[in-house]
């Protein structure tokens, strides 16, 4: 697409939200799999189907909502993205980053994202929080990077410096939240992959050799569209299973596991999430 059509598909979209709420938000979050009844905390919310957004990109995946929430949370106005489209389910890097290119259009500053991923670095226990301090971006090294096309200078440069992505003061609240709730908040480095299919024991050897501390197949095109447009960003994993070599014998990884782990880890993240907003 020409920059003219993407930013022409980004006002219609912002149009027909603009349409059903009357909330200007500020901060924008992303409920990745299974922590979608994080939406449940928002007050006094509006609900915006992604059908009635042209362009929206759907859910396919089991656990994943199709809604937008838009409401309050520790009195900040928050844009809740409940469910996201992935590149496995076959849409292409510029559908998936739509919302976020919303996002910023509608002045949002301050993204928070969220995911499951699985947990690589051993000292990881499903569960556990892990806060996102830098990532691997296997699809974007390899060339499906969402900011590849004609580059919109309106937005952002062309070439980014993407040291610093994952903010500090931003990391800093995330660190001193967990401390006054008493929990832990692993941080690490997350690895980009596309899935659908989990990792092979020679892919998870090979990750953890070069650095990663968690693998996912989400989340990363959401962030580098997000920094493109100097956004704020804060990314939280929930550690949903370990991700080793060398499983327990008769261990098997599937979605529902994931989506288990998702549920037990709201409490968690809810308390992360309003201790964060609340100092915004
Ligand atoms: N690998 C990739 N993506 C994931 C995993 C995993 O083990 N768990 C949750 N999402």
């Not at 994080?38 to 915006?48: E, K, V």
């Amino acid at each position: 697409m020409t920059t003219t059509e993407t930013a022409n598909q980004v006002k219609t979209a912002v149009q027909a939200i603009r349409q059903q709420t009357q909330y200007q938000p500020t901060v924008g979050l992303v409920l990745g799999s299974g922590l979608s009844e994080l939406a449940n905390s928002i007050q006094n919310p509006d609900i915006i189907h992604y059908e009635s957004i042209p362009g929206w990109p759907q859910s396919t995946v089991v656990g994943h909502s199709g809604r937008l929430v838009i409401g309050t949370l520790e009195g900040k106005t928050v844009l809740v993205q409940q469910g996201r489209a992935h590149y496995y389910e076959g849409y292409n890097m510029e559908q998936i980053t739509l919302p976020v290119r919303v996002m910023n259009a509608m002045g949002i500053k301050t993204l928070v994202v969220t995911n499951a991923a699985g947990g690589i670095n051993a000292s990881f226990n499903p569960g556990d929080l892990m806060l996102i301090t830098d990532h691997i971006n296997f699809l974007g090294m390899a060339g499906l990077n969402p900011l590849r096309g004609p580059n919109d200078d309106s937005i952002g440069p062309r070439f980014m410096d993407m040291i610093g992505t994952y903010d500090l003061g931003l990391r800093k609240l995330a660190k001193e939240t967990a401390v006054a709730n008493n929990f832990t908040l692993q941080e690490g480095t997350y690895a980009y992959v596309a899935g659908p299919s989990f990792e092979t024991p020679a892919e998870l050897r090979f990750l953890r050799a070069v650095g990663a501390d968690a693998v996912g197949m989400s989340t990363v095109p959401t962030v580098v569209t997000a920094r493109h447009a100097d956004m704020q960003i804060m990314g939280i994993s929930s550690i949903t299973n370990k991700a080793v070599p060398d499983p327990e014998p008769g261990t098997v990884l599937d979605h529902e596991e994931v989506l288990e782990t998702g549920k037990l880890i709201i409490p968690k993240l809810t308390a992360l999430l309003r201790g964060v907003l609340q100092q915004l």
